[in-house]
């Protein structure tokens, strides 16, 4: 299988994250990478593609907001990473303020997710890297795999969130429409609902979402992921939760996903996009599934058997030691 990554992704760094009413060590950080590299050969770099395809998801207002959030924090005299603390519950006007703590109320939704002096980069990289894998699989390649980081399932059309800052499978995704593709599904298997991709393509009845993820009633990101959620207008039933308890083994995991692999045989797409979380481990310091190591070449392969050409984005993943030896097996199902 055809592999991607670009280094200049591990220049995102932020240092710390809020977490139960305290700072701690921010769990999505470039060390990850470093253990997936280990178990993969033969990554291939991506070409540039510019911010069109990015653009074609995400407003620019957003993107401005982005790339200066860093910036504007400094101008500001504050040290460390750039991060919210005021959101406006129930609406959001568009109110064009200009202070950095309102803008990181217009566009984020958590504050676990800093911007870092070197965000914009990284995020951007983990972008192309997703393209690059797309255009393998339009080529003709049955499957390939975007090493991405940051992750990007949370992050919607104006926000970030959840360690998300661009919407990496979102992008591909509406680059295989772009490319002429009349149907896409994604299909997304990390732990924590996939609310960014879901919020985009809501009102999209060319993109089906199936998610498969830890009850919201009990985790992050709590106000969506839930199984009422089916789409709206042209989109209504292309929205397929599928939340799951905490404690979830790989018996209850299997029901699941053949649900979901159903609904993406019903819906006939062109490709598939995978949004896969290493989060469903047993072993995830934050995640509550139970699943081993080689529960992930099982997933994998009942996936492969959809026969769809198959582009891998990788999500979340916390346990770091694991993580390589994860994917890999991820992986080896296809
Ligand atoms: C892409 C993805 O998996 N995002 C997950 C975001 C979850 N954020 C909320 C959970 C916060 C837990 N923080 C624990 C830090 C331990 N060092
Ligand atoms: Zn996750």
């Known amino acids: 299988m055809k592999l991607f990554f670009d280094p200049r992704q591990l220049d995102h760094a932020p240092a710390l994250e809020l977490h139960n009413g305290g700072y ?4 999505e950080h470039p ?4 253990n997936m590299l280990a178990r993969l050969t033969e990554t291939e770099a991506p070409t540039d593609r510019g911010e069109t395809p990015i653009a074609r998801i995400h407003g620019p207002a957003y993107l401005a907001f982005l790339k200066s959030a860093h910036r504007q924090w400094v101008d500001a005299g504050r040290a ?12 959001r006007r568009p109110l ?3 202070r950095i703590d309102a803008q990181f109320g217009q566009y984020s939704f958590d504050a676990a997710s800093p911007v870092a002096a070197q965000t914009w ?5 983990a972008a192309q890297t997703a393209l690059a894998a797309t255009d393998a699989v ?3 390649a049955p499957a390939a795999f975007a090493l991405c980081r940051p992750p990007g399932h949370h992050a919607g059309a104006d926000y970030l969130g959840g360690y998300c800052y661009l919407n990496n499978v979102a992008i591909a995704a509406q680059a295989a429409i772009d490319a002429g593709k009349a149907r896409v599904a994604i299909l997304d298997v990390d732990y924590h609902h996939g609310n960014g991709t879901q919020d985009i393509f809501y009102d999209r009845g060319d993109v089906l979402f199936v998610s498969i993820h830890a009850d919201p009633v009990t985790d992050y990101p709590f106000f969506w992921g839930h199984a009422d959620e089916c789409g709206d207008g042209a989109g209504e039933g292309a929205n397929l939760n599928i939340p799951l308890p905490r404690g979830t083994g790989m018996a209850d995991y299997q029901v ?3 649900t979901a692999l159903y609904s993406i045989a019903a819906f006939a797409p062109e490709v598939l996009l995978v949004s896969f979380g290493a989060d469903t481990y047993e072993g995830d310091p934050i995640s509550q599934f139970k699943l081993k190591t080689e ?4 997933i994998a392969a009942q996936i492969s058997a959809a026969d769809l050409p198959t582009v891998i984005v990788m999500e979340g993943g916390y346990a770091t030691e694991a993580l390589g030896d994860n994917v890999a097996s991820f992986l080896s199902g296809f």
């Not at 701690?24 to 769990?27: D, G, K, Q």
């Not at 060390?31 to 470093?34: E, I, L």
């Not at 460390?80 to 609406?91: E, L």
């Open 24 to 27: 701690v060590p921010y769990a």
């Open 31 to 34: 060390g990850r990478v470093k």
């Open 80 to 91: 460390g990473d750039a991060t919210g603390y005021v959101w406006p519950i129930v609406g």
């Open 96 to 98: 064009h303020l200009q």
């Open 121 to 125: 980069d990284g995020a951007y990289w």
């Open 138 to 140: 339009l080529n003709g």
């Open 256 to 258: 699941a996903l053949k």
């Open 295 to 298: 529960d992930f070449t099982e």
